[in-house]
T-cell receptor
Framework: KAGVTQTPRYLIKTRGQQVTLSCSPI?????VSWYQQTPGQGLQFLFE???????NKGNFPGRFSGRQFSNSRSEMNVSTLELGDSALYLC?????????????FGPGTRLTVL | DAKTTQPNSMESNEEEPVHLPCNHS???????IHWYRQLPSQGPEYVIH???SNVNNRMASLAIAEDRKSSTLILHRATLRDAAVYYC??????????????????FGKGTLLTVNP
C-alpha cells in the first residue's frame, strides 16, 4: 500500500506570494490533517478534514486554509506569505473513524519564504 | 489538551533496552496515550498507543502506571535506527467540537534519543 505523498517536496517563495501544497492520503483513509513544524514552535496542528469537511482547526491566522476533495486528497493554501511561514508542512492521514486511529505522516513539504 | 512532560534528551547504547518516561499528571479518563517518533528528515511515525493496560507491538512496549499519571515507552533492544525524537501525546477521544474531530495531535518538545554504537 502506498504511503502518504506530498507535493512538492521543496518550495521557495517570496514574501507576499501565495502557495498551495498538496497531499494524497493512503488509499481508504478519509481523514487528512495538516501540521506545521518549525525549530522554534515544534509541530503544531493546522487543521483536519474528513469527508470534504473541516472538522477541527488549530490556532493559525486565516491566511492558512485548506480543502479536501471527494477522493480524500487535500490541499492547503497560504496567502500573503510571511518570512515566519518558512517551515516543514506535514500531512497525515488516518481512517478517520474509531477511537484511536493512528495517523500516518507524509515526508512533508519544505517551504522557504525569502 | 492535557500536557505531557518528557526529558529533553536521553542516551543509550546499541542492543540495550531503553526506557523513555512521560509524565501526564492531568490526564483525563478519555485520554489515550500515544507515542510517535520522528527520525531525521522524516515525518513522524506512529509507535504505539494505550489507554489503561500495558501494550506490546513489534516496535515497542508501553507501560502505563496504575493511576495513569505517567507512562514509559520501552525499546527492548535499541538499534542505531531508533535514534529519533520521541513524542508522548495525549489524545482525548471524548471531545467533539460541535461536529469536530478528535484526531488532532498536540505535540510537545519530545525526547531526543541518541543511540551509541
Amino acid at each position: 500500500k502506498a504511503g502518504v505523498t506530498q507535493t512538492p517536496r521543496y518550495l521557495i517563495k517570496t514574501r507576499g506570494q501565495q502557495v498551495t501544497l498538496s497531499c494524497s492520503p493512503i488509499s481508504g483513509h478519509r481523514s487528512v490533517s495538516w501540521y506545521q513544524q518549525t525549530p522554534g514552535q515544534g509541530l503544531q496542528f493546522l487543521f483536519e478534514y474528513f469527508s470534504e469537511t473541516q472538522r477541527n482547526k488549530g490556532n493559525f491566522p486565516g491566511r492558512f486554509s485548506g480543502r479536501q476533495f471527494s477522493n480524500s486528497r487535500s490541499e492547503m493554501n497560504v496567502s500573503t506569505l510571511e518570512l515566519g511561514d518558512s517551515a516543514l508542512y506535514l500531512c497525515a492521514s488516518s481512517l478517520g473513524q474509531g477511537l484511536s486511529n493512528e495517523q500516518f505522516f507524509g515526508p512533508g513539504t519544505r517551504l522557504t519564504v525569502l | 489538551d492535557a500536557k505531557t512532560t518528557q526529558p529533553n534528551s536521553m542516551e543509550s547504547n546499541e542492543e540495550e533496552p531503553v526506557h523513555l518516561p512521560c509524565n501526564h499528571s492531568t490526564i483525563s479518563g478519555t485520554d489515550y496515550i500515544h507515542w510517535y517518533r520522528q527520525l531525521p528528515s522524516q515525518g513522524p511515525e506512529y509507535v504505539i498507543h494505550g489507554l489503561t493496560s500495558n501494550v506490546n507491538n513489534r516496535m515497542a512496549s508501553l507501560a502505563i502506571a496504575e493511576d495513569r499519571k505517567s507512562s514509559t515507552l520501552i525499546l527492548h533492544r535499541a538499534t542505531l535506527r531508533d535514534a529519533a525524537v520521541y513524542y508522548c501525546i495525549l489524545r482525548d477521544v471524548g471531545v467533539k467540537n460541535s461536529g469536530g474531530s478528535n484526531y488532532k495531535l498536540t505535540f510537545g518538545k519530545g525526547t531526543l534519543l541518541t543511540v551509541n554504537p
